[in-house]
């Protein structure tokens, strides 16, 4: 049976975008014809945790309702630099644990981080959306592999917009960031577009 997992942030002792990873559950177990769910909030108040700091809580799940947690220490690192992989048949609408797919791009790829490009078009990096910045404005692309929990609160906060970002606009913007769960928007991590080594008209894109 697939399994599943959610990650989610954990600071201070609150857990962070609940109700958006409820969600995000709810319509894994309905989508696969499922009744009930597993409950985050109970989940996370069972754990106890009486300590401070910045953690990622990921529940790993079945749709038997089986899960197990894990409770891990968590720092936001600086990315060295990214590629564009081509993957045109990836399909990560569901958060499956299973991540062999992105596993064998990285490895093909000659960079810490992957960009999938699918049709022409930018998604997003092996753990995360993305972000662009045009001017003074932050969008993400219109085509994703996985509507993240960040980039749901995001847009419905107004803080950014979304707009279709290919291989042939892509130079249009001058810096990107990387959100999830865990990465908020942040202007202190914030990478020029240069940090993609294959931009158009500098090499071939990787295929998959």
Do not use: C
């Not at 992957?114 to 219109?142: A, G, R, Y």
Request: no cysteine.
């Amino acid at each position: 049976m697939s399994q599943f997992i959610e990650s989610i942030k954990i600071e201070d002792q609150k857990i962070f975008l609940a109700e958006l990873h409820q969600k995000r559950v709810n319509d894994t177990f309905s989508h696969f014809g499922k009744e009930g769910s597993i409950d985050v909030a109970k989940i996370f108040k069972n754990l106890d945790i009486d300590e401070n700091g910045l953690y990622k809580l990921r529940i790993i799940y079945d749709l038997n309702k089986n899960f197990r947690t894990q409770l891990i220490p968590y720092a936001i690192s600086e990315i060295d630099d990214f590629q564009l992989v081509e993957n045109n048949n990836y399909d990560y609408s569901f958060k499956f644990e299973d991540r062999k797919e992105f596993e064998k791009m990285k490895m093909k790829a000659k960079t810490e981080e992957i960009i999938v490009v699918k049709n022409n078009h930018i998604t997003d990096t092996s753990f995360s959306n993305l972000l662009f910045l045009k001017e003074k404005n932050w969008f993400t692309p219109t085509t994703f592999l996985l509507n993240g929990v960040q980039r749901q609160h995001l847009l419905k906060t107004k803080k950014i917009k979304e707009t279709e970002i290919t291989l042939n606009n892509i130079k249009e913007f001058s810096h990107f960031q990387i959100i999830n769960s865990l990465n908020d928007f942040d202007d202190m991590f914030i990478y020029p577009i240069e940090k993609i080594v294959n931009l158009p008209e500098s090499s071939d894109y990787l295929e998959v």
